[in-house]
């Protein structure tokens, strides 16, 4: 059963709760998913660890429920 937009921003909000998070279905089928993920904790992190952040916040959903993921992530601007 593929996962909804709001599934995958729990998961990932409950890994990392100042997240923000932009989700685009890419396929129409709540099985591509395209994902933004924007958070102060990235801060200082390489971008394989700001990702390896957010599949862990995913949990083994990843290749599973959770087909494809086109993730991008970064560190908001400093205000």
């Known amino acids: 059963m593929p996962m909804t937009a709001q599934e995958i921003e729990t998961m990932i909000k409950s890994g990392i709760p100042d997240a923000t998070i932009?989700?685009?279905d890419l396929a129409g089928d709540n099985d591509h998913w395209a994902a933004h993920v924007v958070s102060p904790s990235f801060k200082g992190k390489s971008r394989v660890q700001q990702h390896q952040m957010v599949y862990a916040a995913l949990?083994?959903?990843m290749g599973d429920v959770l087909h494809a993921l086109a993730?991008?992530?970064?560190?908001?601007?400093?205000?």
């Open 71 to 79: 993730l991008t992530t970064g560190v908001p601007p400093e205000v």
């Open 22 to 24: 932009e989700l685009k």
């Open 59 to 61: 949990g083994g959903h």
